[in-house]
């Protein structure tokens, strides 16, 4: 793994770190219990589900419903699963800790390399790195929650959308590509204001229908 890779992936985990702890401020500021949110990261560790979990029980919803709401957000794990099956490897506890760390930057780290070893490498490190700086961040917002208020006023949240938008910005150079996520980005707006949080980013993977049919 070659340095600029590496000064990437160090970058983006300063950034996920500090979204992390705008999920823990968030978490305790509304109510929860301090291991609620820790608990959460290191068992589940998906950023955006997460948050729409919590979302729905800081607004009053059940326990299930934040669940739902968690898995729809991350039903696209299925596509990215079949995007690095090749890094994995075959045997099932690789499998297993690779799914857990299967997150958008990890894999969007991964894509970017041209060949399976850089593909490996750039996985499995940006993944065990985000997983630690994730975790680090929430606790750091765990304690400092009542100190920073309200972390969405900082604009914290934002941070994790705007990386993943800088890392995938090389693959749109193709235009199938291209038009597969314009597709999905579209679809995603127009249904945002009637469908639940969540949902829209679901249905946008029918962008990938025009890559498909091309």
């Known amino acids: 793994m070659d340095r600029v890779l590496l ?40 950023g955006g589900a997460q948050f729409a979990a919590l979302g729905v029980v800081l607004a009053g919803g059940s326990s299930i419903a934040a669940a739902i709401a968690g898995l729809v957000l991350n039903s696209r794990h ?8 090749d890094v994995l490897g075959g045997r099932l ?11 958008d930057e990890s894999v969007a780290f991964a894509i970017a390399q041209q060949d399976l070893p850089r593909r490996r490498a750039a996985f499995w490190t940006s993944g065990v790195l985000l ?3 994730w975790n680090l961040g929430v606790l750091v917002g765990v304690v400092m929650g009542r100190l920073i208020g309200d972390p969405t006023a900082l604009g914290l949240d934002a941070a994790s959308p705007v990386v993943l938008l800088a890392l995938v910005l090389p693959s749109l150079r193709d235009r199938a590509t291209l038009r597969a996520a314009a ?3 579209v679809i995603a707006l ?6 639940p949080p969540g949902v829209p980013v679901a249905l946008a993977l029918l962008g990938l229908l025009l890559v498909v049919r091309r």
């Not at 299925?78 to 099956?85: E, R, S």
């Not at 499998?95 to 997150?103: A, E, F, K, N, P």
């Open 183 to 185: 597709a999905g980005a």
């Open 190 to 195: 127009v249904l945002t204001p009637i469908l």
């Open 131 to 133: 997983f630690v700086a």
């Open 78 to 85: 299925l596509p990215f699963g079949f995007a690095v099956a």
């Open 7 to 46: 000064r990437d992936v160090a970058l983006v985990c300063v950034a996920d770190g500090v979204v992390g702890a705008s999920f823990g401020a968030i978490a305790v500021s509304g109510g929860q219990a301090p291991w609620v949110p820790v608990a959460m990261s290191l068992l589940v560790f998906a």
């Open 93 to 103: 506890p690789a499998r297993l800790l690779g799914t857990h760390v299967m997150v």
